[in-house]
């Protein structure tokens, strides 16, 4: 079996806490692990993972600010340590970057969600970056800004969809990826993602290292849960092992133009 985790916090504080990096990726690595996107909430973490990337070759960097974590405006401090970040490597994903109206109630902070999302969203768009997304509960406001930037769909990628089937519906017109993740073994709605979306635009994603309880059990996310989520897409798909480990792989570089 060889698999990908596209959504994995590997930089983060919490996650190194749980996980110890260097024997762990030994471990996802025998098991199988192409490549993980390590994605950033902020400007500490996209550091770290470019250091990170520079030590594991199969880490794939993502630099970003989540929305969870704009807070304030951004300046023009902020917008140039982070272009002086993405001229340090050519293979990255801009991400995680997004809204958030579920999560996050307190309005005031609408306007810096937006104005960082759409700062990355161009630094994507000027040099042909993939972008790996969060929109819980700005399904539509995500639809119509990304749909005013000039961002190939192939590098598009919606993390961990559960909003309205209409909006979903309309992201699958525009071709774009979507990441499947441990929470289809929990009977959440994620599931109706991979029923609707073509096999050619899934990917899989841990969110490491976001907890799931699976059949009564706690899980941690990280790379090494991704084999489980492919043995349920075997169920619901026509696929055997072999066809999605292929299909899946062919997505990740369609997506990253790695390899
Ligand atoms: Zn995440």
Redesign the pocket.
């Given at each position: 079996m060889r698999f990908h985790d596209a959504?994995c916090?590997i930089a983060s504080k919490s996650f190194q806490k749980d996980f110890e990096l260097e024997s762990s990726m030994r471990k996802w690595i025998d098991m199988g692990l192409d490549y993980v996107i390590g994605?950033s909430t902020k400007y500490s973490e996209s550091k770290k993972i470019l250091d990170l990337s520079k030590e594991y070759e199969k880490i794939i960097p993502g630099i970003g600010v989540h929305p969870w974590s704009a807070k304030k405006p951004i300046t023009d401090e902020i917008k140039e340590s982070f272009f002086h970040l993405f001229s340090e490597s050519k293979q990255v994903v801009v991400g995680?970057i997004g809204l958030d109206y579920h999560f996050i109630k307190n309005e005031e902070r609408y306007p810096y969600q937006e104005q960082y999302f759409r700062f990355f969203l161009q630094i994507a768009e000027k040099n042909n970056l993939p972008v790996n997304i969060?929109l819980k509960g700005a399904e539509e406001d995500v639809a119509s800004i990304l749909s005013t930037y000039r961002i190939k769909s192939s590098n598009v990628l919606i993390?961990w969809y559960s909003g309205p089937t209409q909006t979903l519906k309309k992201f699958i017109e525009r071709d774009y990826f979507f990441t499947i993740n441990p929470s289809i073994l929990t009977g959440s709605p994620h599931i109706e993602v991979l029923k609707e979306v073509s096999i050619n635009r899934i990917l899989t994603e841990s969110?490491g290292n976001v907890k799931y309880t699976i059949n009564n059990e706690r899980v941690i996310g990280s790379p090494g849960i991704i084999p489980k989520v492919m043995n349920k897409i075997i169920e619901i798909t026509p696929y055997d092992l072999d066809e999605i480990s292929k299909i899946l792989y062919d997505n990740l570089r369609n997506y990253t133009n790695i390899g």
């Open positions: 959504h916090h994605v995680e969060h993390h969110d």
